[in-house]
C-alpha cells in the first residue's frame, strides 16, 4: 500500500479538540483541496462557511442537538449545496433560473459531499481531526437564518476541525466482499458478512462504551429505519427554492 491508501484507512471521527486555532494557510489549503475535487461539469455547485466566532458556534451547538464539540473545535465548517452562485454566474450571460429539477439538487448535494471529503483527507494529512454534523439539518431554517443562506443554498452538513485531543479507534466497516458487487448486483455475501459485522460492532462498540453499550449494525440500522427524521427538510428546501420534480 502507500501513506495515502494508509491514511484514508485510519480515518476516525474526532469529537474532542485542543483549544489551539488553524492558521489561515492551513483554512485555505483544506478549501483549496476541496475545491480540487471532481464536480459535475465545472457547475462547483458548493459553498462552505467557515465558522469561528464564539458565539455563532454555540448557536450552531444548540441547533445541533447540543453537540458540544461543535462548540469546543476551533473550526466549524458548514457545507451547503449552492446553486445561488450558478445562477449569478449563468445571468451574466442572459436572463434565467435555476430548473425545478430533482437533477440538479443532486448534483449541487453531489458536489458538495465530494469537495467536504477532499477536505477531510486534506486535514487530517496536516494532523487534523473531523466529525461531520448531520445534525445541522435538525434546524436548517434557522442555520440559515444564522448564516444569512440566500435562496438556492442549503446546509447539507457541518464539520468539527481541529487538532485531536482523544485517540479513539477506528470504527470497523462492512466486509468488502457486502460491498464490492462484481458485474452485477449480488445479496449473496449479505448473510455471512453481515452476521460477521454484527459480532465485530459489538465487540467495538463494548470496548467503546466501557462494557455498557450492546447493539449490532443490525440493531442500529432496525432502529434507523424505524424512526422518520428530519420530515421537516422537503418543505425547507422548496422555501429555499429547491421546488423538486
Not at 462552505?48 to 473550526?75: F, G, H, M, S
Not at 479513539?168 to 445479496?187: F, G, Q
Not at 465485530?200 to 440500522?221: N, P, V
Amino acid at each position: 500500500m502507500n501513506a495515502v491508501i494508509e491514511q484514508l484507512k485510519r480515518h476516525r471521527s474526532i469529537r474532542k479538540y485542543k483549544p489551539d486555532p488553524l492558521n489561515e494557510e492551513q483554512l485555505l489549503a483544506i478549501v483549496q483541496s476541496a475545491q480540487a475535487a471532481s464536480t459535475s461539469s465545472n457547475v462547483q455547485a458548493y459553498s462552505v462557511i467557515a465558522v469561528t466566532d464564539p458565539d455563532k458556534k454555540r448557536q450552531l451547538a444548540a441547533l445541533a442537538a447540543n453537540q458540544a464539540y461543535i462548540e469546543e473545535c476551533p473550526v466549524f465548517l458548514v457545507w451547503c449545496a449552492d446553486l445561488n452562485r450558478l445562477q449569478y454566474a449563468a445571468s451574466l450571460e442572459e436572463e434565467t433560473r435555476v430548473p425545478d429539477s430533482t437533477e440538479i439538487f443532486i448534483i449541487a448535494t453531489v458536489d458538495t459531499a465530494l469537495a467536504a471529503q477532499n477536505a477531510v483527507i486534506a486535514a487530517e494529512s496536516l494532523g487534523l481531526g473531523i466529525v461531520y454534523i448531520g445534525g445541522i439539518r435538525d434546524n436548517p431554517a434557522d442555520v440559515s437564518r444564522l448564516l444569512e443562506l440566500p435562496k438556492y443554498v442549503y446546509p447539507v452538513f457541518g464539520m468539527c476541525v481541529g487538532y485531536p485531543d482523544q485517540e479513539p479507534t477506528s470504527r470497523p466497516r462492512l466486509p468488502v466482499e457486502t460491498v464490492l458487487h462484481r458485474d452485477r448486483y449480488s445479496a449473496g455475501s449479505f448473510a455471512d458478512g453481515i452476521e460477521r459485522y454484527n459480532g465485530e460492532l459489538r465487540q467495538f462498540a463494548l470496548t467503546r462504551a466501557g462494557g455498557k453499550r450492546d447493539t449490532t449494525y443490525s440493531k442500529e440500522m432496525a432502529n434507523r429505519l424505524g424512526v422518520r427524521k428530519r420530515d421537516h427538510m422537503r418543505a425547507f428546501l422548496r422555501e429555499k427554492g429547491f421546488d423538486l420534480e
